[in-house]
């Protein structure tokens, strides 16, 4: 099992990587001493798949486990109060709450958002069960659920005790699920390390084939990179963190524009990846060379590259978004692949939007 810390001056804890995990989370929490009752929440499906682990686990009179729907509309204000009303009729006055979220990115989200504000702050341990969640969504404190006008526009900051990342989960992900979180890995190596960038590139076979040494490697290092990242600039005050939204305004939009319905996440992502290196190409900040290695490796693994939208409706989601700041565009440029930068006041916004969509 590797450990990787999280050093942060208030809130500090550690990623534990490895296979067979799960089994070694209770006695972990224990140590911590996070309380005497967790609420285990997850999806049906997860239950399901992973029936004899998670029951194993959790399934004694220290856990309660609730269940919400799969997907994004699970991070709604009306799953928010359902989990809530849940918890409260179980904390009783001699027990000390706490949270296991056992899921992909919405779980993680719809449950550290819930205990971010459930009594002013609850404990909170994260158990991502997909690639997207493993390497990036679960790590960094980002809490969040959806409004209709918005992704993400409500939320908070409220950092794990600790995350445990199993490989093992990933076995049961469809193809297109698995293609979906290598996005964010194709972001990491795209912001940061340009030789993640060329391991993703040679080794794309034993990936997708779920080889376990490249996944070790692979998983470590993007929560690596993403927890050194948080270290440095844990709620995004000075400008560091920011560069993790590299292809995140047009993804937003995009799930927003669809109603969260057309495309996934991760597909958005890959998408948004391709606009925002295209716009640095148009703007001189990259060679269109750079910008094309990105779409290279987003269509290597079957991620789309372009999709379908009104101008209008698009438009409107990316004035919305919480990186568009007094009327101006904030977004993460590529400079060259492991570089980036954050420019605020992007010019040619609205054209560019307007030619990627036309262009298609």
């Keep these: 099992m590797k450990t990787i810390p999280v050093k942060l001056k208030e809130n500090p804890y550690s990623i534990f990587v490895g296979y067979n995990l799960v089994s070694k989370i209770p006695p972990q929490i224990k140590k911590l001493k996070l309380g005497n009752l967790g609420v285990v929440l997850t999806t049906p499906k997860i239950l399901s798949l992973y029936k004899n682990r998670i029951n194993k686990a959790f399934k004694s009179r220290e856990y309660k486990i609730i269940t919400v729907p799969d997907g994004e509309k699970a991070k709604s204000k009306e799953y928010l109060f359902k ?99 290598m996005a964010e890995a194709i972001k990491y190596g795209i912001i940061k390390k340009k030789e993640l960038f060329e391991f993703l590139t040679k080794h794309r076979k034993g990936i997708i084939n779920q080889k376990k040494d490249l996944m070790l490697y692979l998983v470590s290092n993007c929560a690596q990179i993403k927890a050194r990242i948080v270290e440095e600039d844990e709620k995004e005050t000075k400008g560091i963190r920011t560069i993790l939204n590299f292809g995140h305004t047009m993804a937003h939009a995009l799930e927003t524009a669809h109603q969260y319905k057309k495309l996934s996440h991760g597909e958005a992502v890959a998408i948004g990846m391709v606009f925002a290196s295209q716009l640095s190409a148009t703007l001189g900040k990259c060679t269109h060379n750079e910008a094309q290695k990105v779409k290279n490796l987003v ?27 007094s009327g101006k565009a904030r977004m993460v440029i590529l400079r060259r692949i492991g570089k980036v930068e954050v420019v605020e006041g992007v ?8 030619k990627f969509g036309s262009s298609i």
């Design 83 to 181: 989990v809530i009303s849940e918890i409260i009729k179980i904390d009783t006055w001699n027990k000390k709450v706490f949270l296991v979220c056992v899921g992909g990115g919405t779980i993680g989200d719809l449950g550290g958002f819930v205990a971010s504000i459930y009594k002013r702050g609850i404990p909170c341990v994260q158990v991502p069960t997909t690639l997207l969640a493993q390497i990036d969504a679960s790590i960094g404190g980002k809490t969040a659920i959806d409004l209709k006008e918005a992704k993400n526009i409500l939320g908070t900051f409220h950092q794990p005790r600790a995350v445990f990342i199993d490989p093992l989960f990933l076995k049961t992900l469809g193809p297109k699920q698995f293609k979906e979180g």
């Design 347 to 354: 010019p040619m916004i609205k054209k560019a939007v307007c």
């Design 299 to 325: 269509k290597l693994y079957s991620l789309p590259t372009a999709a379908t939208f009104d101008y209008a409706t698009l438009y409107g989601a990316i004035c919305y978004d919480k990186k568009f700041i």
